[in-house]
């Protein structure tokens, strides 16, 4: 499945995603999205490994995603 989903918690609303690669390139980036829960389609992508970063009001978090 190519398509993975973030949820924040304490009804937290997202407000941008961006998808890195190990390079620290950019690849895809998602903006103004203000939900709480966000589908996100990595179709596009190569297979390999990946850094998403999802900014909110309060947070910046990252985490390691592997697509296979």
């Known amino acids: 499945n190519s398509v993975f989903t973030i949820q924040t918690i304490n ?3 997202i407000d ?3 998808v890195f690669d ?3 390139n950019k690849v895809l980036e998602i903006k103004a999205i203000n939900a709480e ?3 996100i389609d990595v179709s596009s992508l190569s297979i390999g490994q990946y850094f998403i970063q999802a ?3 309060r947070d910046v978090v990252n ?3 592997i697509k296979e």
Request: charged letters at 30%.
């Open 22 to 24: 190990l390079l620290g």
């Open 55 to 57: 900014v909110t009001s």
């Open 37 to 39: 829960r966000v589908g």
């Open 11 to 13: 009804s937290e609303k």
């Open 16 to 18: 941008n995603i961006s």
């Open 63 to 65: 985490k390691k995603i």
